[in-house]
């Protein structure tokens, strides 16, 4: 039989069983729109055997889907079929799109996906949010929301928006309650979108790490594996965990909070005040002031940060000592924290984000070395070290799905349009 | 609407929904148990209100129920009863048991829980588990089993027994992985057992701290805090994690590895071989090393290690500097480990179990000055350190607790007693 697991449950919190007739509509719908996603167009009937619905169920529901233009209807499926053969049915990509925003030190990014999970419109722009402060950077962020919804959201309704910062969130009232590399305190970003954009369709706000995590496990190379854990290495050092397919959360929505944790160097002292934090060792600028001197290209803040890695990989294969150190330096306290998560969680997989992903040839050596001595029982708790193939879109990429999972959630969220073609009743 | 959890899904992984109508009949009777489990007495019209089966269907569920003697029906409810009073259903305690063992460095424990989770008998054997080695070890463990079988499981139907042990578990198999602190590694603990003792019942290894983390989510004084960090203080120190009401597993069953990671000091060597191991600076050796010279009769085995811990209270209550300062450093080493364990996990509480609990009115204040210095936003990630109450008997309480749970999973694997009296059918 057919188990329905969901990654993400939002600030509302887990989803309750279903209390009505309607409420059990809902929730069928979603069950086969969330289907047809995750294992691929098919036929009604594969749907039914599939998901243990009835047929006549099935069918009653993809034409409901198709009058909410969710879902269209294709070529006869012909492959093992028994009896009559039935018509595909594959999502409808061109209804519903969900936005995904990113705010990190010196950049907003907005990606667009459609129903589907496909890229509709992606861009970034530079952006010295510690220098502009909440208000005028919430106004810089709200010219890029509504320029992308006339320039590529002008067919396709917006069933959410997801905004990504690098800090601590309270997710259920959007409020930026820390975010040290922003230098941002209790920073009211949903409020504040919400008067700015011109949008009626649900904005979240969520910690950048967690977002990534969640689109590495529906999208990137290591998707639905049960435990993942996710790091992310940009000014700051963020991480999202997976615990048996679901988004670990904690009790304020704080967990995976790595950069400020003392996995580090005690001796360092950190830009927080503290010492010991792992960010000290193995953040961005941790990395570039190992690397070269001040003043060198490399620091430049207004050069593209790809470029800045890009010379550091080549200086380094040129075999530049001060970068090899700089980079097995990196490695090695990479190791030492992963160690710790490792031994606390046990996951499958450890994912590599952000620049550790763009410099990982260099990282992954000692990083393992290091993994050797740390891990309790290396033997039997074999944690794959990964790098991601996302890069710095994994949080863009996490918003605007998670924006597209209430969909999936209550389709009927999205009206029946008069105006559309009838939709094809027949087919299994 | 009633929304059913699971605490502990075993070595088979997730439930799968029901596939058919027998199979729903056993969810149904099992959501009843447990729910007269969870929420104590009360009728069929109550039950059916709370969980939302039709009164029919509580009847005859309730009906098999007795008829397997598992529940009682007693008293009239007239508590803001509409209609006719129903009968008071009851668990019945009397027909089944689960069985908790402990094996730890130097003692085996056993401890036998009815169906509502009363202690039907415990007991403690004092056992130099490192000395004798595993097979020797299993014999005496199997003589304490079966000692407790005939004395006082004797009209009680044993469910389950599970045995707790300090160190890495496979529970698919039951093999003790790496149990360092008892010098075992590969040790076939289930199969061991089955070969000697004379129970036809499932035989389940797990991890002690995830036992322990287990029963105090189950009863304990912070019994279901949604996120809970339970740690242990022996002669090992672990940790147990509940994420979102559930016991966070792992890939391989191995999180919650506390003890021999890299939390403590970084220049400390452990007996594992590896520096910086939490072990060294709040496990009990740690403690007792610090606190009494080598020949104090706090470091005497033989004798029974409340009496030696609550010789140490003594001193630090007389004023001794040198027990006062060990205490002390142990508090703030807790704090500093147990930050990364708040800013990793976002708990609402952290739990001290084992000698922890014990001498915790000397460690909680250390403990906190740390946390605060420590935990990434205080302010905002603001976890409760609770003491434990169950004191030593948490992982056999919890190894009893998981043996009884096959009984409210599947309810038909009592059999109905064809001798008893005819159950009361009348009532609501």
């Avoid at 590529?152 to 905004?163: F, I, M, N, S, Y």
């Avoid at 597209?404 to 999205?414: A, C, G, H, M, N």
Wanted: charged residues 25%; contains cysteine.
């Amino acid at each position: 039989m057919f188990e329905e697991r969901r990654l993400y449950d939002g600030a509302v919190g887990r989803r309750q069983a279903p209390a009505d007739q309607a409420a059990v509509r809902r929730s069928n719908l979603g069950l086969v729109l969330r289907h047809l996603r995750d294992a691929g167009p098919r036929s009604r009937a594969r749907i039914a055997q599939d998901t243990g619905l009835n047929k006549a169920t099935v069918s009653s529901l993809v034409a409901e889907l198709a009058d909410r233009r969710l879902i269209t209807t294709g070529d006869v499926d012909r492959a093992g079929a028994v009896g009559r053969p039935g018509l595909i049915v594959h999502l409808d990509g061109r209804g519903v799109c969900g936005i995904g925003v990113e705010l990190n030190v010196d950049y907003a990014a907005i990606l667009v996906l459609d129903l589907r999970g496909e890229v509709l419109f992606e861009h970034r722009v530079a952006l010295d949010v510690p220098e502009l402060g909440p208000e005028r950077t919430l106004d810089e962020v709200a010219r890029l929301v509504n320029e992308t919804l006339e320039a590529a959201a002008r067919d396709v309704v917006p069933v959410g928006l997801t905004v990504a910062i690098p800090g601590l969130v309270r997710s259920v009232d959007g409020v930026a309650g820390y975010a040290p590399n922003l230098g941002w305190r209790d920073v009211p970003v949903r409020e504040g979108l919400r008067a700015r954009v011109g949008l009626d369709c649900p904005i979240r706000v969520e910690n950048d790490a967690n977002l990534s995590a969640i689109a590495e496990w529906a999208m990137g190379p290591e998707a639905r594996t049960p435990d993942l854990v996710y790091l992310t290495g940009e000014v700051g050092v963020g991480g999202g965990v997976i615990v048996d397919g679901r988004l670990l959360r904690g009790a304020g929505g704080l967990s995976g909070e790595v950069g400020h944790t003392a996995l580090g160097d005690p001796d360092l002292v950190c830009g927080c005040g503290r010492r010991g934090c792992w960010e000290t060792v193995v953040g961005l600028s941790a990395l570039l002031r190992a690397a070269a001197d001040p003043g060198d290209p490399v620091h430049d803040h207004g050069r593209d940060l790809e470029t800045r890695l890009a010379e550091i990989a080549a200086r380094a294969d040129a075999g530049d000592r001060r970068s090899l150190d700089a980079l097995h330096r990196v490695g090695t306290g990479l190791g030492t924290g992963a160690a710790v998560l490792i031994n606390l969680f046990n996951p499958q997989v450890v994912l590599l984000g952000g620049y550790f992903a763009v410099l990982g040839r260099f990282l992954l050596e000692p990083m393992a070395a290091e993994l050797r001595a740390r891990v309790f029982a290396p033997d039997l708790a074999d944690a794959r070290i990964v790098l991601s193939t996302l890069g710095f879109t994994a949080a863009v990429r996490g918003g605007a799905y998670v924006a597209l999972e209430s969909v999936f959630d209550d389709p009927t969220l999205i009206p029946v349009d008069a105006a559309m073609d009838p939709a094809p009743a027949a087919g299994s």
